[in-house]
């Protein structure tokens, strides 16, 4: 049946749907709602009063409803690690959809990760450029994937080819392996389907911003009944609003090709390119503590400065029945990464703390210079059975995991560059000094897991989830040293060698405990676990200006949480609710040895204990709404003789709120409000002072449909033009950007 997306109301026949259906509809027809361009269908189905509804009609019908009540929401995890629905998984899990990454017009992933409550940003340090997420206190930045798989590169990720963002809140070892202390991030690609789509979108923004995006779907009779294609193109180029020398410039493709949709075996080849070229920006210096009372405009880098990344990712992944009690879900990927970096940091000089005024002040360009090359090949496989043993019912995930990853990075200094006035920045100066290489490493990485997961239904009211997995991660790190002029920030190294090679074996655990009150609700207890070895991102490098090997000896660090909550399914199941409070507790954090300079042992212990409250989906008729509220209490227990004990964790606010609700005025306009809330922040765990003070945004959306396949839709953000700061580091600290407008022409037929 062909279908109309936009602008049509439906006429249904509401006697074959279910209640919920009925409701539901009846809900969205009664408002005459506009469903928008590029979010989502609705098809319109006419009938003869005096004939049958046809099944075909009636399907279409229930298609148009679920795309509704999930615009905003959704019931499932994309992962067959987790077999219960949202409601039932004894865990916080933040979504969003495509359709809210396009309503609030977000178009990298941190732009997608500032709206979530609880996540921060932390603005990276050389290698390690890219995405450098905080989740819940601890950093996230080796805890990205991507359909469930690690997605280590180092690259700025574009949203372009994904249906939803999954945030899973708590330590996770038992379903990932190695890292995610506080929680994960995991991308879900988008997949062929049977219904044809093409989506074409431009934007035209602030800063010399253009983007354009395509994505097209069809159905390909000659490869087979089941076969579908899809291709998502992407071109992005733009400056930042008030960050005078920030550039960006992104372009991608990702075919994918799907072979035995809705059968019992489904196999889909997938690839994504994406590359970038941009023009970092590491902000402004610190000063006594607070960012340097300058311009928001300044920019202390050199025009020639440069990020270029490159992103390859080849997967296969095959879904199979047997049964309805069995099936497979298996997975293998090959990816390989560039990036090739010099990037400029501002530092006071001592002329400050001499009594010199800030326009008498000069700054240190501290220049760091690199590339890598990094490959991935994964392999897993989990298969899901459902089987009962007397009255109770079991749900097994179990599987295997298998991946070999590498890492060959080459670090070096600018010395000598010049430096430039702290209020008047030149940044068209040509860049001079050294490029010698000081430490090319050489890291490759072997996971061997196991894992099983039981969901135990004891009876309509309870279920019991027990569940562990098994690593052994092993490493081979060899380098060689080159000697180096002196620098602020390194003596001078002497030519040499490195090689260590540590195999580590870790257990971790899932438990929880999970009461219905009715079918609607849950109410959970869990426990679990996760891991940090010291190689987990794949060097024993400890910082990308030292370039020490302080971990290189360290048993790998461990947490653990407990978290309780509970979960909602309102308003006929078109809106839900969870709230949970939890604690996070790092036993054995690495600190400083003080009998060993240079150093790390497992002398720390730091905590986290909050509050999270989460809301998406439909409130009412034409009214959605995504909500969030995160309370983070950290502080760090044990340190090291001298280090500040009692002291909050950096990176973690103690309070972070973020709201948007859309709201579909009549069949052709409807509209979007957002804000975004962050308290106090701090810069380092050592209690050293760095910090900045809490920042409070708006932002707004307004769409208007001109005729059943094109919109036109502006997006502002920041409409207040405050001057806050969202990336912190211990030596400089990135300002956000101002008041940024976007036009967007969308066309879907």
Do not use: C
């Amino acid at each position: 049946m062909q279908q109309k997306h936009f602008n049509q109301i439906a006429t249904f026949d509401l006697e074959p749907i279910s209640p919920i259906a009925k409701a539901v509809t009846q809900a969205i027809v009664g408002a005459g709602i506009s469903l928008s361009l590029s979010n989502f269908a609705i098809a319109q189905v006419t009938q003869n009063n005096n004939q049958e509804t046809s099944s075909s009609a009636v399907m279409e019908e229930l298609r148009v409803v679920e795309r509704q009540m999930e615009r905003y929401r959704a019931d499932e995890s994309s992962m067959s690690k987790l077999t219960e629905n949202l409601l039932n998984t004894p865990q916080t899990v933040k979504t969003m959809s495509r359709e809210l990454l396009e309503d609030r017009g977000l178009t990298s992933l941190n732009d997608a990760l500032r709206t979530v409550p609880g996540i921060t940003l932390g603005a990276g340090e050389f290698a390690w450029q890219g995405n450098a997420p905080n989740i819940r206190g601890f950093s996230a930045r080796d805890d990205m994937y991507l359909d469930g798989t690690r997605d280590f590169g180092s690259y700025p990720r574009d949203p372009f080819n994904l249906e939803s963002l999954e945030i899973l809140l708590g330590p996770s070892s038992v379903l990932f392996g190695r890292g995610s202390t506080g929680g994960a991030i995991n991308q879900v690609t988008k997949r062929p389907t049977l219904d044809p789509l093409t989506d074409f979108s431009v934007n035209v923004g602030s800063d010399n911003t253009i983007r354009a995006t395509t994505d097209i779907s069809r159905p390909i009779e000659l490869l087979g009944s089941g076969t579908a294609f899809r291709f998502n193109v992407l071109s992005h180029q733009g400056e930042v609003t008030d960050r005078d020398g920030a550039k960006a410039k992104r372009f991608g493709f990702a075919p994918s090709l799907a072979f035995g949709l809705e059968s019992d075996t489904q196999v889909t080849l997938s690839y994504m390119k994406q590359t970038s070229d941009d023009r970092p920006d590491y902000g402004i210096p610190w000063l006594n503590g607070k960012p340097v009372p300058v311009s928001r405009q300044n920019f202390y880098g050199f025009d020639s400065d440069f990020l270029e990344t490159d992103a390859d990712i080849l997967t296969v992944d095959i879904i199979h029945t047997f049964n309805d009690s069995i099936s497979l879900n298996a997975l293998a990927r090959y990816a390989h990464y560039e990036r090739d970096s010099r990037i400029t940091e501002a530092l006071i000089t001592e002329s400050i703390a001499t009594g010199a005024s800030l326009a008498d002040t000069s700054i240190y360009r501290n220049v760091f210079i690199g590339n890598s090359e990094e490959t991935l090949f994964a392999t897993q496989a989990t298969i899901t059975w459902e089987l009962e043993t007397g009255s109770i019912e079991h749900v097994i995930a179990g599987g295997l995991d298998f991946s070999r990853e590498k890492s060959n990075p080459t670090f070096a200094f600018g010395i000598g560059a010049l430096g430039t006035s702290l209020l008047n920045p030149n940044s068209q100066m040509s860049f001079t000094g050294s490029t010698d290489p000081r430490v090319i490493s050489d890291t490759t990485g072997e996971t061997s897991a196991f894992y099983i997961l039981d969901t135990v239904k004891l009876n309509d009211n309870w279920q019991l989830t027990v569940g562990g997995r098994w690593d052994k991660f092993d490493t081979d790190y060899d380098a060689e040293r080159f000697k180096g002029p002196a620098t602020p920030f390194n003596s001078g190294s002497v030519d040499g060698k490195e090689s260590f090679n540590r195999q580590d074996k870790e257990g971790s655990y899932r438990t929880a405990l999970v009461y219905k009150p009715t079918l609607e609700s849950s109410i959970y207890l869990a426990g679990s676990t996760s891991f940090n070895p010291s190689a987990q991102g794949l060097s024993l490098l400890t910082s990308g200006r030292g370039l020490g090997l302080g971990n290189q000896f360290l048993d790998p660090e461990k947490n653990q949480s407990l978290e309780a909550g509970v979960k909602l399914d309102l308003n006929e199941g078109a809106l839900s609710f969870a709230g949970a409070i939890f604690e996070i507790l790092k036993k054995n954090a690495r600190v400083a040895d003080p009998n060993n300079p240079g150093f790390n042992t497992l002398g720390g212990e730091h905590q986290v204990r909050g509050l999270s409250l989460d809301m998406n989906g439909m409130v009412g008729p034409g009214l959605f709404i995504t909500a969030g509220y995160t309370h983070l209490n950290t502080k760090v227990i044990k340190a090291a003789p001298g280090a500040a004990v009692g002291a909050s964790l950096a990176n973690a606010p103690e309070h972070s709120l973020s709201l948007w609700i859309n709201y579909q005025l009549n069949e052709r306009l409807d509209f979007g409000f957002g804000t975004r809330h962050i308290s106090d922040l701090l810069a380092q765990n050592t209690g050293s002072g760095k910090s900045v003070p809490s920042y409070h945004l708006l932002d707004g959306m307004g769409r208007y449909l001109l005729s059943d396949t094109i919109a036109l839709k502006l997006n502002a953000t920041n409409l207040t033009n405050e001057f806050y700061f969202d990336q912190l580091h211990p030596w400089h600290i990135v300002p956000g950007p101002g008041t940024t407008i976007t036009f967007a022409l969308n066309v879907i037929f």
